[in-house]
């Protein structure tokens, strides 16, 4: 079955180490895509999702900028970050995506830990799924390497991303 991916209820989220002792979070706001679930036969599953980087926020407007800037995003060269699967298995009641990411140009496989919701039929008649996606990235990987360093020795943001994707489609 093919499916859209419903933007208002669907949230593509981050989280990274800052300043070594507190975690800084945030997430896209624009973030559209379709996918295909084959619950008897996962390797036909597949999906495509992207990221406007101009949507990202962490809730501090200095931030975002800096973000969007050519140290971090470069949001006015590389304005999508973008995902296609490239294998589906499942893992227990589970699966695990495997798909090719895609931030500032640079592509890296990544492996998607997925908790899949079921469908259900809405009030309005619309067929609806949900999944839940989390895995981690080093930043660095994909071009992201500004940082700072603190007196005490560490590095101001960490390399480690943590993502994590909850998406609501509904039935194309």
């Known amino acids: 079955m093919a499916w859209t991916i419903d933007a208002t209820h669907s949230n593509i989220g981050f989280a990274i180490r800052h300043m070594v002792v507190s975690t ?18 996962p390797a036909n599953s597949w999906v495509q999702a992207e990221a406007d980087v101009a949507s990202i926020d962490t809730h501090d407007a200095n931030r975002d900028g800096h973000l969007r800037s050519a140290d971090f995003f470069d949001a006015e060269k590389y304005p999508k970050i973008t995902f296609k699967s490239t294998n589906v298995t499942k893992a227990g009641s589970d699966y695990k995506v495997t798909g090719d990411l895609t931030i500032r140009d640079v592509t890296k496989s990544v492996t998607f830990d997925v908790e899949y919701s079921g469908i259900i039929k809405d009030p309005y008649g619309l067929q609806r799924t ?5 895995t981690k990235i080093s930043r660095k990987e994909f071009g992201l390497v500004w940082n700072g360093l603190l ?18 489609a509904t039935q194309q």
């Open 24 to 41: 800084t979070r945030g997430h896209f706001t624009a973030v559209s895509g379709t996918l295909n679930i084959d619950e008897a036969t």
């Open 130 to 134: 949900g999944f839940t996606a989390t």
């Open 151 to 168: 007196e005490t020795g560490g590095a101001v943001i960490g390399d480690e991303v943590k993502l994590n994707l909850e998406f609501e």
